[in-house]
């Protein structure tokens, strides 16, 4: 609740609106709201449109643009009175504390009922927005994975080039008795180490801006004079950010083994690199 107050809501006749409603109509607490219904009574010249006029007893903001923007609470007794429903409801919601276990409350919802009723969960009214995250988490862990093998490839190419940079050095080595495996295991702990310490780098980076989305959104927006992340068309007022432990660590484990897989063709190189082909022209 922003502004105003519950208490003695459901024995008033004030009703409670959203933030954005109560901007986009340039209402305040006390002023009336004017509500219209067109299933209204029926005359001889036809269907009049039931008005009722009702005062801002509350301003509320939940964080989503369709609930700020178009929804009105009013008592149960002043709805049914409004909409002449004689005591009845067309629909009832429950909320419940834990919204994954919906399953296993139907049962109990449809005896608490005693009569045949429809129930659908918040997965079945919100299916399609479920289903087009899921379809651009999918894509956006693909993009990633594409990313973190550029820069696997970035790290091959970085490696090649050292090791023919120093294949004089690396003869030298050879010739003061390193063996293949010290010069492999070189060159893999070099490579390692550029891939700890990239992925360190965009693990903190990340998690510093996964906490301040909101307010690095709220910058941009104001450096820019444009309304970044539209209400209208995400549905909420906020960037929302929720780091998931587990898929990040799965997301370092990837990078880790994917420049770690890297390192080994360019140590091996090295490692086979003939001292005396490098030495000849010496």
């Not at 399609?128 to 693909?142: D, G, K, P, Y």
């Not at 990340?206 to 309304?227: A, D, K, L, Y």
Request: hydrophobic share 50%; net charge negative.
């Amino acid at each position: 609740i922003k502004q105003g107050t519950l208490d003695g809501f459901d024995t008033g006749e004030g009703v409670a609106i959203g933030k954005r409603m109560a901007e986009s109509l340039g209402l305040v607490l006390g002023d009336t709201i004017t509500l219209i219904s067109p299933d209204g009574d029926v005359t001889p010249l036809g269907t009049t449109p039931r008005m009722k006029g009702y005062k801002v007893a509350a301003i509320f903001e939940v964080g989503m643009s369709e609930y700020d923007s178009s929804i009105v609470y009013m008592p149960f007794s002043e709805a049914q009175l409004y909409f002449n429903m004689d005591g009845r409801a067309q629909t009832i919601e429950i909320y419940v504390d834990n919204p994954d276990n919906v399953d296993a409350l139907k049962p109990l919802v449809e005896q608490a009922a005693q009569r045949p009723v429809d129930l659908v969960d918040w997965r079945q009214r919100n299916e399609t927005f479920f289903s087009a995250l899921q379809v651009e988490r999918n894509v956006m862990f693909m993009i990633l994975t594409l990313i973190v093998l550029v820069a696997a490839l970035n790290i091959i190419s970085g490696l090649i080039m050292l090791v023919k940079d120093k294949g004089h050095d690396i003869a030298i080595l050879r010739t003061m008795g390193a063996s293949r495996g010290a010069i492999l295991r070189i060159f893999l702990m070099t490579g390692a180490a550029i891939g700890v310490t990239g992925t360190l780098a965009g693990v903190l980076l990340g998690v510093v801006i996964c906490i301040n989305i909101e307010s690095i959104r709220q910058f941009f927006s104001w450096m820019t004079g444009r309304i970044l992340f539209n209400p209208e068309l995400y549905f909420l007022s906020q960037l929302p950010a929720k780091m998931d432990p587990r898929e990040t660590t799965y997301v370092v484990i990837m990078a880790l083994g994917l420049s770690f897989i890297a390192t080994v063709f360019p140590a091996w190189r090295a490692a086979r690199l003939d001292p005396v082909e490098a030495l000849r022209y010496e």
